[in-house]
């Protein structure tokens, strides 16, 4: 089945930085896009970054564009996010997500709290 399984996520400072993992099995990794999105306390879950399965073309949401960098590893079936000058506005929990076979799979999240 397929699983999603992130790590990574804490407490940092503004300005700091962060890199989320994402690691995945139970599909083929390398036929499809893989996903970021956040959720802070009292908002809607919100796309962050993509990344498509060869080519690695990437699409960033304005507010994290420059500062965020989503990667993938064919190899180890892993993606990640590379969050540099973060603020405090990125505070939120940091889902990976897969569309495969019309259903989105999300893993469990992981919390990214940005606060001095």
């Known amino acids: 089945q397929v699983q999603l399984v992130e790590s990574g996520g804490g407490l940092v400072q503004p300005g700091g930085s962060l890199r989320l993992s994402c690691a995945a099995s139970g599909f083929t990794f390398t036929d499809y896009v893989m996903k970021w999105y956040r959720q802070a306390p009292g908002k809607e879950r919100e796309l962050v970054a993509s990344?498509?399965?060869?080519?690695?073309?990437?699409n960033y949401a304005d507010a994290v564009k420059g500062r965020f960098t989503i990667s993938r590893d064919n190899v180890q079936n892993t993606v990640y996010l590379q969050m540099n000058s973060l603020k405090p506005e990125d505070t939120a929990v940091y889902y990976c997500n897969v569309f495969l076979t019309s259903t989105n799979y999300w893993g469990q999240g992981t919390q990214v709290t940005v606060s001095s």
């Open positions: 990344i498509t399965p060869i080519s690695r073309r990437t």
